[in-house]
């Protein structure tokens, strides 16, 4: 809800000082808005993108092939365990001074920021669903479920890091929180919005 109010706060303000400018005939004000670095910078960093989901594994010592070896040591010797839960992931931009711009020239809003990543992930381990099945010569080990849960950490969050469907997404949405904070001034200016210096959006002055 706060991030919601930041923003918020930060559109307003653009539309002020831009109403402002138009009001007292000022371009200065304008052109201050346009290129202040500092809010741009605050909306690219509060527009993350909020995921949630499922991380599921299983982990078998049989191979399951139907033979009459496999069912001998399913009844003997199997141990089986999947393990499900739920996680949260958070993608946005980290801002540094390398891969962070804001250039005005000829009417052409130019933003240029860091390809988004994933920034958090969290396994919410107090929801998780286990099962398992055993042989008859197995008993229970806690030592699997916590080697699982671990394999199921590593591989869930390096899938989620190579997301490029979530990755797009984050772009997606950042673009658009920075059409909402330049919509004042895309009647005679172009906005083009660079992640790592690869052109992703324009947005033509309007008619």
Avoid: C
């Amino acid at each position: 809800m706060k991030k919601i109010l930041y923003i918020v706060a930060f559109l307003l303000l653009a539309i002020l000082l831009f109403w402002l400018g138009k009001r007292f005939g000022s371009t200065n004000v304008s052109e201050q808005v346009i290129s202040n670095s500092t809010i741009v910078k605050e909306i690219a960093e509060l527009a993350s993108l909020d995921v949630q989901g499922t991380a599921s594994i299983k982990r078998s010592n049989i191979e399951d092939s139907g033979g009459w070896s496999d069912n001998l040591k399913k009844t003997f010797l199997e141990n089986t365990v999947w393990v499900s839960i739920p996680y949260q992931a958070k993608y946005g931009v980290n801002i540094d001074e390398k891969h962070f711009k804001v250039e005005v020239s000829n009417k052409k809003i130019i933003v240029r920021l860091p390809v988004p990543k994933l920034m958090s992930y969290e396994l919410k381990v107090d929801k998780m669903e286990t099962a398992n099945r055993k042989g008859w010569f197995l008993s229970q080990d806690d030592e699997t479920y916590t080697a699982v849960q671990k394999k199921l950490y590593q591989t869930s969050r390096a899938q989620l890091e190579n997301n490029q469907l979530y990755i797009q997404q984050s772009k997606d949405k950042i673009r658009k929180m920075m059409e909402q904070y330049y919509a004042p001034f895309l009647k005679d200016h172009t906005l083009e919005v660079q992640f790592d210096g690869a052109a992703t959006a324009t947005t033509p002055p309007l008619n």
